[in-house]
């Protein structure tokens, strides 16, 4: 007896995702939010101290 799919599958047995919205429907903002600079700088500031560390001790995370 063959199953019947059910309403979240497009008949070929994988999930449709149709109604998700898509990377593309999201735009960039034009400019960033003083937060979003903050974070972005602490971020990178991070990173930095990281690759320091690992040359420091010869380690590498990734």
Known sequence: ?????????????????SHLPR????????KLTQLQKEHKKIA????????KEEKKYGISVA
């Open 44 to 51: 990178r500031e991070a990173l930095e101290a990281l690759e």
């Open 23 to 30: 990377a593309k429907d999201f735009q960039k903002p034009e």
């Open 1 to 17: 007896m063959k199953k019947k799919p059910t309403h979240d599958q497009n008949g070929n047995g994988l999930r449709d995702y």
